[in-house]
């Protein structure tokens, strides 16, 4: 039951992400106001608002236009709620598990704001760096380990933003690099960033492959830091022994 309702909670949490990147999307505040069809501007009553439930019964559909519904929607709902259950899985009914949650809703707005509009918003990069912060320091992870991860990883990727001209990376990615410092501390971010690195060279050379892509074509990179980051929350220790193990054979 427990699973269940985490599942849900999660569902409930990706129904809010959807919220947070929309109204960002329209300069809307993301606090107030209900939640109305893009195309028609109608209020969206609450039992059309069930994550992905309301979805299906209306045949991805608004009620009143009729107009297709976005599959962001449950796609990002069902995101969340999978990673929540995940999370729940690996760690338990605990505060790492909490603070996990926590990280990955921010993760998820970068992942998909960043791949629909090539940036990352400060207004979610900034306070998620603060609340991983306040979040780290309680759970123990250490004042100096905390500002030391931050700066590599903003360091990291500002030395490629002066160095390119912007070119290789945007400024966005540095903040992401000190939010991923501020998430994992400066063990794990070598790994998230690796994961990152390796999973965005596999993606560009299928992406090649398949002609989707030129070697000249903007690729938007928070969505690899994001999963980097993601997949270290679940199994950064285990990559990190492994590599060590490798590495002294």
Not at 20 to 39: D, H, L, W
Not at 59 to 69: E, N, S, T, V
Request: charged content about 10%; glycine content about 8%; aromatic content about 18%.
């Amino acid at each position: 039951m427990i699973s269940v309702f985490i599942f849900i909670f999660g569902l409930l949490i990706g129904s809010f992400a959807n919220v947070v990147i929309y109204r960002q999307e329209k300069g809307k505040s993301f606090v107030f106001g209900r939640s109305a069809c893009p195309n028609c501007k109608k209020m969206i009553a609450w039992y059309d608002n069930i994550p992905l439930l309301s979805f299906a019964v209306l045949g991805g559909r608004c009620r009143h236009c009729r107009k297709p519904i976005s599959w962001q929607y449950p796609i990002v709902e069902l995101t969340a709620g999978l990673i929540f259950l995940w999370l729940f899985y690996r760690f338990g009914l605990t505060w790492h598990f909490a603070s996990l949650a926590v990280f990955s809703f921010f993760l998820l707005v970068i992942f998909v704001y960043d791949l629909k509009h090539m940036l990352i918003l400060d207004k979610v990069s900034l306070p998620a760096m603060a609340i991983a912060f306040i979040i780290n320091l309680w759970l123990g992870l250490g004042f100096l380990n905390l500002i030391y991860a931050a700066a590599i990883g903003a360091g990291f990727f500002a030395a490629q933003y002066f160095i390119s001209r912007g070119k290789w990376v945007g400024d966005g990615d540095i903040r992401l690099g000190a939010l991923m410092g501020l998430m994992l501390g400066v063990k794990f971010l070598l790994v998230a960033l690796f994961l990152a690195y390796l999973i965005g060279a596999v993606f560009a050379v299928f992406a090649l492959i398949a002609k989707r892509f030129q070697m000249s074509s903007a690729v938007a990179f928070g969505p690899f830091l994001a999963l980097g980051t993601f997949i270290t929350f679940l199994y950064g220790q285990e990559i990190l022994d492994w590599y060590l193990k490798l590495l002294y054979l």
